[in-house]
């Protein structure tokens, strides 16, 4: 960490907020008569009349437990328990994959969501096939998510994170091998109900993707949106979400979105921005208006949340089933909080684990989760001039030995690279992991 960067970038920060003025209008989403107080709010799909709920649960962040041997699998138990709250509370969107938590989330949800009505919840899943690409082992991936789901039809399905490498990697993944011709035909025969993709990408990217609707009529579309990434997305990698969100909405599209909270990131952010957001009001959480800013936009279908434990379902659910749009007031609030966001040198983490598994062993986004978190608590070493240095010094070497096992830890990493080809946020991870092991060497060399 390199002191005056951190110091100059704080204080720019700062200096921007206190500058900032009103932000763009918007039209907000009005209320049906299904809206009601206490009642999970839900959102109509303008294409065919679908109920969906506003809050989406995504089965990314199901709880893991260990074998005896070491074997991490999903806790079935915990996840039934926290269907069926979500469930009983509305809440009838899921969404997985096959390459969720180690391949497991998708037949996880099966199990879970196949104890009810088939009638009465949406199942969304994805062709995720980035590696094996040829017709018969997508295929194949597609026909095992029917069975892993327990069903024989899927509401919305995805072209899974399409947009890294533009169109010649869309061309190779679902052109190339006639999939996209497949799932037409799976379409016109009722299999798919909906048919969309996930996007992560450049502008240009997301603008040939679009101009395929004339061909393949999506349904829907996937996109990250929160109020960091409305204008701070960080291209020319990725695509600010208002842009996003304007082109789908002029279209009529129904939008689902993934990452409302950054994968915790706006729920566990620096302490500055977190102070003004309590101050403003104390009585709302800090999740909450991130949620509120997504939920207020119209033509936003639903949310997505992975809701690993059951106080969060229960936070979240309150939001949804108590919900009150931002006012024109909040959301500039919201935007001078997301300038002031933007100046932490945080890495844009989520914890998707898409870079998962490392042929190294090394823990990628433990590193990065370590990280941010102890720059956003104020926790980091800068100087040895600093006051209370070697108590800083001292916390993050010890933390970050508990945090990450020795052989994982950034400092094995040999640059192979074959990580940022999945990284949704489009992170330089090889250059990020190296800054963070020089920081951590430094100071164990006492040499900041």
Request: hydrophobic share 35%; charged share 25%.
């Amino acid at each position: 960490m390199d002191r005056r960067q951190f110091l100059k970038t704080s204080a720019a920060g700062a200096a921007a907020v206190a500058a900032a003025s009103a932000t763009g209008k918007i039209v907000k989403a009005q209320t049906s008569q299904e809206d009601k107080p206490g009642e999970m709010l839900l959102r109509t799909n303008s294409r065919n009349g679908d109920k969906v709920s506003l809050l989406g649960y995504g089965c990314m962040r199901w709880p893991m437990i260990k074998d005896p041997d070491g074997t991490q699998h999903i806790d079935q138990d915990t996840v039934n328990e926290l269907v069926d709250y979500a469930y009983n509370h509305g809440v009838n969107y899921f969404d997985t994959a096959p390459t969720y938590l180690q391949g497991q989330s998708e037949k996880a949800a099966g199990i879970a969501l196949s104890r009810y009505p088939r009638n009465t919840y949406f199942a969304a899943t994805k062709l995720s096939n980035f590696n094996s690409r040829s017709e018969r082992e997508s295929k194949q991936m597609y026909h095992r998510s029917f069975e892993n789901l327990r069903t024989d039809y899927i509401d919305y399905y995805l072209l899974h994170s399409i947009g890294s490498g533009g169109y010649p990697v869309f061309k190779d993944r679902y052109e190339d091998n006639h999939m996209m011709e497949f799932l037409l035909k799976e379409r016109e025969a009722g299999r798919i109900r909906n048919l969309g993709f996930s996007f992560h990408g450049s502008q240009d990217a997301f603008d040939t993707l679009i101009e395929l609707d004339s061909k393949y009529h999506w349904d829907f579309v996937q996109i990250e949106m929160n109020y960091l990434d409305w204008r701070h997305a960080k291209a020319p990698r990725n695509t600010n979400a208002e842009y996003l969100y304007e082109q789908l909405y002029k279209r009529n599209l129904p939008m689902v979105l993934m990452e409302p909270l950054l994968g915790g990131r706006l729920a566990r952010m620096a302490e500055g921005p977190a102070h003004k957001l309590l101050e403003r009001d104390p009585e709302r959480t800090i999740a909450s208006w991130a949620f509120r800013f997504v939920g207020t936009y119209p033509g936003v279908l639903s949310a997505l949340s992975g809701m690993t434990n059951m106080d969060v379902l229960k936070e979240n659910v309150n939001t949804f089933s108590n919900f009150e749009p931002l006012t024109q007031e909040e959301i500039d609030f919201l935007m001078e909080i997301a300038i002031l966001l933007d100046s932490y040198p945080t890495v844009p983490c989520n914890d998707c684990k898409y870079c998962m598994p490392c042929p190294y062993g090394i823990d990628i986004p433990g590193i990065f989760v370590h990280y941010n978190e102890m720059v956003n608590t104020g926790q980091i070493a800068i100087s040895s001039e600093q006051k209370e240095f070697a108590r800083l010094r001292r916390k993050y070497l010890v933390s970050y030995d508990r945090a990450i096992e020795t052989v994982r830890q950034a400092d094995h990493c040999v640059h192979c690279h074959k990580c940022e080809e999945h990284c949704p946020q489009s992170i330089r991870i090889p250059q990020e992991i190296e800054r963070i092991g020089n920081y951590v060497e430094k100071l164990r060399r006492g040499t900041l």
